[in-house]
């Protein structure tokens, strides 16, 4: 079966402090996978998305960036975290051809920047 | 640009009433359409999924109407339970990429 995994649960960091966040799948093969954000208020946004290793597409222009380094790992990073980072992240993916690109979320990271 | 709409924002219905949630999309122009649930500081669950030249798609007490021509989608869930609570979140997928654009949600309360 397939799984998508996400850690840490939960962060607290200060302002200016570097971020990594990270997004594993199991279970597929070559899977799109997918960074949202979800602010206090708002709606979920796309913030990145990456159809293959090393082939990474960004959405909103902002000091975060992705990586994908493994075929089913994706990373979501800062040099120096804003207040404006704040926000709940939530990793997808599809699994591609076939699947009509329905897409399953892991369970999230809670970003808490003072 | 799409935009997508979800009304009523907030619903709250005694249980064992059905729901009925409406989601609308400006560009008629979807791969598919996606209903998804989320509880309170979770993840997203996928609920349905609906392709564009579906009109239907059931799955238990979930059932998911689409009309691409009149960009509207409703989400049905018969005989509401307490355990239905949550916000549920329509989206559309606007290209081959996958990617999702969502709405605001509604949140709904089911009072036992």
């Known amino acids: 079966s397939q799984t998508i995994h996400q850690w840490p649960a939960t962060l607290v960091q200060p302002v200016g402090s570097p971020l990594s966040l990270e997004c594993t799948v199991e279970g597929t093969s070559n899977p799109n996978l997918y960074w949202y954000r979800q602010a206090a208020g708002r709606g979920l946004q796309l913030l990145f998305y990456?159809?293959?290793?090393?082939?990474i597409s960004s959405e909103v222009p902002q000091n975060l960036s992705a990586s994908r380094p493994q075929d089913r790992q994706f990373i979501l990073s800062s040099k120096k975290l804003l207040l404006s980072d704040s926000g709940f992240y939530l990793c997808a993916y599809h699994s591609g051809l076939g699947s009509y690109n329905e897409q399953f979320f892991g369970p999230g990271t809670r970003l808490t920047v003072l | 640009k799409q935009e997508v709409t979800q009304i009523p924002a907030a619903l709250s219905v005694p249980e064992g009433e059905n729901l009925v949630l409406n989601c609308s999309f400006t560009d008629s122009a979807i791969y598919n359409l996606q209903w998804f649930r989320q509880d309170p500081g979770k993840g997203l669950t996928s609920l349905l999924l609906?392709?564009?030249?579906?009109r239907e798609q059931t799955s238990g007490r979930l059932n998911a109407s689409l009309d691409k021509s009149s960009g509207r989608s409703t989400l049905y869930i018969a005989a509401s339970q307490p355990g239905d609570s949550a916000t549920y979140l329509c989206a559309v997928i606007t290209d081959s990429w996958g990617k999702l654009q969502f709405g605001a949600g509604t949140q709904v309360v089911v009072t036992p």
């Open positions: 609906i392709q564009s030249s579906q």
């Open positions: 990456s159809v293959g290793i090393g082939q």
